[in-house]
């Protein structure tokens, strides 16, 4: 250990001098016109149990036990697959002309929306985190950008999310809507008097249904709006520096422990070849 020591202090304006050099190369590449700031915009939001707005849980008389405000693991699985389909990025891809954005060469259409889902994807990240909520990040040049982003993948797939919750409940309604108009046909020819009940109890289940399809029923509760963030998120300009400068100390005491070991083979119990 004294010898290695002893060689790199001998080789030591050599070594200080590659050293110096990658610290330089390392600050001019890491400007910001050579590799731009990126700056992470960040939306966490819980998501509501589709159960609490069931017709069974809203309009049941006996108290239903066991019904959580927010949605459980599968519930949470469905909205990261929507946050992560296809519709939702290609429809923020195209409302914010990404591809330019990302300077994606359109030469070859195809190659252009892949290389540009590529990009998006790899700047786009949505997970469930430790404490059950989702989180939705998004990191860009632009951190208006890159907050704006956020809110609409969020906002789209909230919406699809809604949908696909309210369809069954929708295709209830028009099923029961249509019982009723033939119930009230059969009661203006005079049917029995049991007729007009059931009418009652039909627009009653309906109404029901309608209530709990309503979109007043938030799906999803955010308790942190995206925002432009002020502080950049990468490159970290001083860890790239710390790593380059330490990365060529050691391949600068190698080389030089080498060529120390080659000249002075016959020191250190060596043969040259």
């Known amino acids: 250990m004294l010898?290695?020591?002893?060689?790199?202090?001998?080789?030591?304006?050599?070594?200080?001098?590659?050293?110096?050099?990658?610290?330089?190369?390392?600050?001019?590449?890491?400007?910001?016109?050579?590799?731009?700031?990126?700056?992470?915009?960040?939306?966490?939001f819980y998501l509501s149990n589709p159960s609490s707005t069931d017709r069974s849980a809203l309009f049941n008389e006996k108290e239903v036990a066991g019904v959580n405000m927010f949605g459980g693991k599968e519930d949470i699985n469905r909205f990261l697959t929507i946050l992560?389909?296809?519709?939702?990025?290609?429809?923020?891809?195209?409302?914010?002309?990404?591809?330019?954005?990302?300077?994606?060469?359109?030469?070859?259409?195809?190659l252009f929306m892949y290389y540009t889902q590529k990009e998006f994807y790899n700047n786009f990240n949505a997970v469930?985190?430790?404490?059950?909520?989702?989180?939705?990040?998004?990191v860009d040049t632009d951190n208006k950008l890159a907050a704006q982003i956020v809110k609409d993948v969020v906002s789209i797939s909230d919406s699809i999310y809604r949908t696909i919750l309210v369809e069954n409940k929708s295709t209830v309604i028009e099923l029961l809507n249509k019982q009723i108009a033939d119930k009230n046909v059969e009661?203006?020819?005079?049917?029995?008097?049991?007729?007009?009940?059931?009418?009652?109890?039909?627009?009653?289940?309906?109404?029901?249904?309608a209530?709990?399809?309503?979109?007043?029923?938030?799906?999803?509760?955010?308790?942190?709006?995206?925002?432009?963030?002020v502080k950049k998120t990468k490159p970290v300009r001083w860890l790239i520096l710390l790593a380059s400068t330490i990365a060529a100390f050691v391949l600068a005491s190698l080389v030089a422990l080498l060529l120390e070991l080659y000249k002075h083979a016959d020191k250190y119990g060596f043969q040259r070849s």
């Open 211 to 229: 209530v709990s399809s309503s979109k007043d029923f938030k799906t999803i509760f955010i308790v942190e709006e995206p925002s432009p963030a």
């Open 3 to 44: 010898e290695i020591l002893k060689i790199v202090l001998k080789w030591k304006k050599q070594v200080l001098f590659f050293t110096i050099i990658a610290a330089i190369v390392s600050i001019i590449i890491t400007m910001p016109f050579i590799m731009p700031p990126y700056y992470k915009s960040i939306s966490k």
């Open 187 to 209: 009661l203006a020819k005079g049917a029995s008097a049991t007729i007009s009940d059931d009418i009652k109890k039909l627009v009653a289940i309906r109404d029901q249904y």
């Open 84 to 110: 992560n389909s296809a519709p939702v990025n290609l429809a923020v891809i195209q409302k914010y002309n990404l591809g330019k954005h990302y300077k994606i060469d359109a030469g070859n259409p195809e």
């Open 128 to 138: 469930r985190n430790d404490l059950g909520a989702i989180e939705v990040s998004v």
